[in-house]
């Protein structure tokens, strides 16, 4: 029999109850980077609800690498403490519990969404100086150029900067009971901005060739595998194309050679995404799973697992992405926040045996 949603998944030492997965969504609800009430509920909510792997939003190895001044972070001490309850919360669910590390680059300094979303110069109130592969600021379509949040090159200096807080942040979220740690290298951020030829336009060792743009993240995974325990798993979150046909960008055969050099550096497992490097970007449509072929090509193309997201909502649907091969893991964002016990809600409709979460066997047993 092939693999189903609700086969267990098993990556190093750590073994995962399925196959769903929910998938990191920025809350725009953090205390000055500090996880609260909301991240109690929004993720334990979802450990309850019966999903396998419940993954933090992007959680920010620097106050700098927010993309509001509302992002989740974990740059201090402070920062793994408040979010270690939840953790622990998480792990009596019966879940796994993962952490996104995240650095926005030259897309942090913004608004929340629900505030426009505008970009915030460095010099005004909660705002501050971006950094990036590029000098170039996000060209943000909606803002005048001198509304844009100023941008520095990151130097030698600068990029070693980087990949000690990512350490950093590793060992933290170590400590605070994280079993996954996953790099976010998608979405137009600042390990992505490296990756893109549309923001590297850079001439050093960061620059210029596939080898030089892929270094910093091939740097970034080594530095996190070196601090995080051997049994526990690392995802990379890639966009696995920028969406931008008619001109020189990061594409799905870049992604697909990108995978086993990730898998040398220390990742066990790739989380396909896309897009988000340019507004520009030319989307194929949203429809059910139209992400889902760029995390096929790199599972037929190595021997790297995948996660696949990207507009699934049925549980037939899911449950067919695994028994086909197509995907290791099916990563649910907008789906798990409209019914944050889908897992559940899945597993009866497929007639899946599994085990409740433990609030409820005590209602129903004792």
């Given at each position: ?18 196959r ?125 150029e ?62 210029g060739?596939f ?38 960008s ?18 066990d ?22 992400q ?59 007639g ?9 066997r ?5």
């Open positions: 029999m092939p693999d189903s949603l609700f086969t267990p998944f098993t990556l190093r030492d750590t073994e995962f109850r399925n769903v997965m929910l998938s990191p969504m920025c809350q725009y609800s953090a205390d000055d980077g500090l996880a609260n009430d909301w991240h109690r509920v929004h993720l334990g909510s979802r450990a309850a609800g019966g999903a396998g792997v419940v993954m933090t939003e992007a959680t920010a190895v620097e106050s700098r690498g927010r993309i509001t001044p509302d992002c989740l972070g974990i740059w201090s001490d402070e920062h793994a403490e408040a979010i270690e309850p939840i953790v622990e919360f998480v792990k009596s669910q019966g879940a796994t519990p993962g952490i996104q590390l995240a650095h926005a680059g030259r897309k942090a300094s913004h608004r929340p969404p629900a505030e426009g979303g505008a970009p915030i110069p460095a010099d005004a109130e909660q705002g501050w100086e971006t950094v990036s592969a590029t000098d170039a600021p996000y060209p943000d379509p909606d803002a005048d001198d509304e844009l949040a100023a941008t520095r090159r990151l130097d030698d200096a600068g990029i070693a900067e980087v990949t000690d807080a990512f350490a950093a942040a590793a060992e933290r979220s170590r400590d605070a009971g994280f079993e996954i740690a996953e790099v976010h290298a998608a979405h137009g951020y600042l390990l992505h901005q490296f990756l893109s030829p549309v923001t590297n336009d850079r001439d050093d060792a960061y620059g060739s080898e030089n743009r892929t270094r910093l993240l091939r740097e970034v995974v080594e530095a996190v595998r070196d601090v995080w325990p051997d049994g526990k798993p690392i995802f990379v979150r890639i966009s696995a194309t920028d969406w931008l046909p008619d001109r020189d990061w594409d799905a055969d870049d992604s697909v050679r990108l995978a086993p050099l990730l898998a040398e550096a220390g990742a497992l790739i989380d396909v995404s896309g897009g988000g490097i340019h507004p520009d970007q030319q989307l194929p449509g949203t429809g059910p799973g139209y889902v072929p760029y995390a096929e090509a790199i599972r037929e193309a190595t021997d790297v697992p995948v996660a696949a997201v990207g507009g699934i909502t049925e549980p037939t649907h899911a449950d067919a992405l695994v028994q086909n091969g197509r995907a290791d893991l099916v990563a649910l964002g907008r789906e798990l926040l409209r019914h944050p016990y889908w897992p559940l809600e899945a597993a009866h409709e497929l899946a045996d599994v085990e409740w979460p433990v609030q409820y005590r209602g129903q047993f004792d």
